[in-house]
Antibody
Framework: EVQLAESGGESIQPGGSLRLSCAVS????????MNWVRQAPGKGLEWVSV???????YYAESLEGRFTISRDTSKNVVYLQMDRLRVDDTAVYFC???????????????WGQGTLVTVSP | DIQLTQSPSFLSASVGDRVTITCRAS??????LAWYQQKPGKAPKVLIY???TLQSGVPLRFRGSGSGTEFTLTITSLQPEDFATYSC??????????FGQGTKLEIK
């Protein structure tokens, strides 16, 4: 059974840093496209970042270089380092596995339960 | 970056109704579109991928169609468990994998 479990969310002041973790079981983070998606309170889903199986890393432009995605293959964990946090980074952060198939279509199939990050003065 | 615009943002319907949600892309994304259902406090669940392929286990009353820049999600004969928020997502060749803003489907 595949399971993704996020942790690390907490309340923090603007300008601070936080590292989120996504512990994965049932699949290998090194062989998969692992993503972070966030959802601000009462708002829609926003794609944040991806760590691709081939090593590529991409980020939403809106982050302005403040976030860094990484993975520890020995622990099978994906991380999201968030620096210079702003009030508008307040959200539930989900990790999700992407199935990438350019023939039949790509999609996010496995998701964690999310971890809440609150940025407030 | 590719933008996705869903309409309507809110939809009120009754059990047994047929509803349609539209997702428009700012440029051609061929059929690289997925639809998700999300209930409060839960992670999204994929319903449709490749614009029209039903994910395993998803009821046949969910149907996706479209290609290029215009896509639709249709739910025929709404069931009580279908009242939720629905979001489209484009997964074109390269990231970012943008989401639409969501459509909240409420009971009338």
């Amino acid at each position: 059974e595949v399971q993704l479990a996020e942790s690390g969310g907490e309340s923090i002041q603007p300008g601070g840093s936080l590292r989120l973790s996504c512990a994965v079981s049932g699949l290998s983070v090194s062989d998969n496209s692992m993503n972070w998606v966030r959802q601000a309170p009462g708002k829609g889903l926003e794609w944040v970042s991806v760590s691709q199986s081939g090593g590529g890393k991409y980020y939403a432009e809106s982050l302005e270089g403040r976030f860094t995605i990484s993975r520890d293959t020995s622990k099978n964990v994906v991380y999201l380092q968030m620096d210079r946090l702003r009030v508008d980074d307040t959200a539930v952060y989900f990790c999700a596995r992407a199935v990438i198939d350019l023939w039949t279509g790509s999609y996010f199939d496995y998701w964690g339960q999310g971890t809440l990050v609150t940025v407030s003065p | 970056d590719i933008q996705l615009t869903q309409s309507p943002s809110f939809l009120s319907a009754s059990v047994g109704d047929r509803v349609t949600i539209t997702c428009r892309a700012s440029q051609d994304i061929k059929n690289y579109l997925a639809w998700y259902q999300q209930k409060p406090g839960k992670a999204p669940k994929v319903l449709i991928y490749g614009a029209s392929t039903l994910q395993s286990g998803v009821p046949l009353r969910f149907r996706g169609s479209g290609s290029g820049t215009e896509f639709t999600l249709t739910i025929t004969s709404l069931q009580p468990e279908d009242f939720a928020t629905y979001s489209c997502q484009q997964l074109n060749t390269y990231p970012p994998y943008t989401f639409g803003q969501g459509t909240k489907l409420e009971i009338k």
